[in-house]
């Protein structure tokens, strides 16, 4: 009996310790969370900054909605499973859709409202308002979508928005982010994140069990801040221009697969246009649906490529100015000096043969650009195979192939090949055939022409011939041209501190490279003079065409021109993939787009003909 007595005298301490300690020692703590309960913080969005052109002319706005969310802390339990089933059914989705994505939500941010539609529609914003009562923790909050006035145009460049993956939470909670924002996730959206973005802001409210404001209402409020407008280097009129032309080109080759497009200024790297087709809605993966999100991702035409930067290509005959380039500076060719050029060469026992067999007889570098003879580059080729110091592998990368060029697309830039012996040692199979595990003469031979394993990107390639236009200074392709206030007031300057450097080639030599290119676009058997012969004097191009070989056994489309040739303000790099030849489809794409820029009349440009 004494033991019974002695255990209840325990048990009765043990209880009024621990309603001491729940009261005295916990209360606080306690009382903290039935405050939380009470009062809630309601995160409201800022709108990201616009996106202009160099005009002004917009791009990219901000639209407010009201975006139907979740509140997890109000869903709790069967009730709260009822209610994400009711909704789910109400739309039209599967049983648990809405209960998945707040469960797949809370795991970045338990804490946080879970999107579940975006831009509510009025129906939609009636059902839920008529509905309070039986759908407690849903609400309509006030939040931002992206609008693009002009369509698809310029997608790839712009990029697209999308909330915060949920792997790369931690990251942007580390950067200040609260978790559920939108944020850039491709393109200049991603690029300038920083400048972009707007900073969120904050209310403290009283609600009552049902989420609803009561009491004392708003008890604190900071407002949010809205993103800066970033204006870009793009000519909205080029860039239509371009788009448009490439377009009509792809349709007329009929077996193109796509196409892409680069204009900058080769004085200062500003890009005043750039184009990729296919291309896409930039808003599909913040508003689109599953089904149209899933078709963009495995299209088989790959539309989320830009291929003005990570697209590679053969540059085929556009290489040669790189080879005549080399071949000067490398002492390989003396100017004035003429070279056989006969329809095909017969080098260590291998017959190269030139476009058609054409024969030229003995022409200087400008002549061989002006008609594009294969075989007088075939002879520069091989003697740079046989000097030592790689003259073509040095001066395609002072150039800037081969390398990323560092325009401020970051994520989506190819570096492209150009190839050397250490690259054939890294591809070759030694068991199968070891041969090709060294640097032949044939390498060199091709890679005169752009061809073997030569790569390039149209961004490459504006570059190299804006190099050879400015005379000789490679510029840093530039999409970012400032940060602008709301009277358009210059708050950062974006494009003059972007790197130019040198060349290194005399001009002398430049000189020889300038008058080929001249001559090819305009000269009596230039590749190109049927497409730019017949412009106004102040408007000459110069440029060159290239058909580059490829394993679909189509060729692809190639030009690379500047304008006004003594002078040039715009250069462009267009590629046609399985376009045919260079002056059939890519060479009246870029005029149409240097009409755009420089002010003729397209008209003024040709149709083409049947040359490389």
Known sequence: MASFAGLAIVLLVVLVVRLWFLQVIGGAGYQERAEANRLRTVITEAPRGAITDRNGKALVTSKEVLNLVAQPQDLVGDAGARTLTRLSAALGHPAGFFAAKVARAQKASPFEAVVLQEDASPQLQAYVEERRAQLPGIELQAAYKREYPNGTMAAHLLGYTGPIPVESARKYRDQGYLGNETVGRAGIESEYEGYLRGIAGRQQVEVDARGDIV?????????????????????????????????????????????????????????????????????????????????????????????????????????????????????????????????????????????????????????????????????????????????????????????????????????????????????????????????????????????????????????????????????TPTLGNAVVDADGRVLRDLLSARAIRDLGLPAKNLDQVKQGLKLAANGNSGTSTPVFGGLPPAFKVAGKTGTAENPSKIDHAWFVGYAPADDPTIVVAVVVERGGQGANSAAPAVCVTMAASLGFAESRCGSGAKVN
């Open 215 to 475: 009491g004392r209402g708003v008890i604190s409020q900071t407002s949010p801040r809205p993103g800066q407008t970033l204006r870009l280097s793009i000519d909205l009129s080029v860039q239509k221009a371009l788009e448009r032309a490439l377009a009509l080109e792809v349709a007329a080759a009929g077996t193109s697969t796509g196409a892409a497009g680069v204009a900058i200024d080769p004085k200062t790297g500003a890009v005043l246009a750039m184009a990729s087709l296919p291309t896409f809605k930039p808003d599909v993966f913040e508003s689109g649906t599953p089904r149209e999100i899933q078709r963009v991702l495995t299209s088989p035409g790959r539309p989320l490529l830009d291929r003005a930067i990570g697209g590679e290509y053969p540059a085929a005959s556009t290489f040669k100015a790189i080879t005549a380039s080399a071949a000067l500076a490398s002492g390989l060719y003396t100017a004035g000096e003429q070279i056989e050029a006969p329809g095909s060469l017969l080098l260590y026992k291998t017959r190269f043969r030139g476009f058609n067999n054409e024969a030229y007889g003995p022409i200087a570098l400008p002549q061989a650009l002006e008609v594009s003879s294969d075989t007088f580059f075939y002879t520069l080729g091989d003697r740079s195979y046989r000097v030592p110091g790689w003259p073509l592998q040095e001066w395609s990368h002072r150039f800037g192939l081969g390398q990323a060029t560092g325009i401020d697309l970051t994520e989506g830039e190819s570096a492209g090949l150009i190839p050397d012996l250490a690259y054939k040692r890294q591809t070759c199979d030694r068991k199968v055939d070891p041969i090709n595990c060294s640097w032949r003469p044939g390498d060199s031979i091709n890679m005169s022409i752009g061809q073997g394993n030569v790569l390039v990107t149209p961004v490459q390639m504006a570059v190299a011939y804006g190099a050879i236009g400015n005379g000789g200074k490679v510029v």
